[in-house]
C-alpha cells in the first residue's frame, strides 16, 4: 500500500542548540534525513504514555525549548 502523499509543510524555527540536538539524534539512530528524524521523534512523542503533560499556563512559544536531560 503506498503512502499518502505529504501535501503540508509545516515550518519551525530552532536555535542552533536545538537543531544540534536533532542533528546528533538523527545521526545516532542513521535516519536519512532531518526531516525523517523529525517526523520520528514527533511519533515517538505522540504515542509516548509515560510522559507528564505540559504546563502550558502562562507560558508563550519561547518557554517551550529542546533541552537535554
Not at 537543531?19 to 526531516?35: E, G, K
Amino acid at each position: 500500500m503506498a503512502s499518502p502523499k505529504r501535501t503540508e509543510k509545516l515550518q519551525i524555527m530552532l536555535d542552533d542548540e536545538e537543531l544540534r540536538f536533532i542533528d546528533d539524534w538523527r545521526f545516532q539512530h542513521r535516519m536519512p534525513t532531518r526531516a525523517a528524524a523529525i517526523r520520528e521523534l514527533i511519533r515517538r512523542g505522540l504515542i509516548a504514555e509515560d510522559i507528564d503533560e505540559p504546563e502550558t499556563e502562562g507560558k508563550s512559544t519561547t518557554d517551550f525549548r529542546i533541552e537535554p536531560e
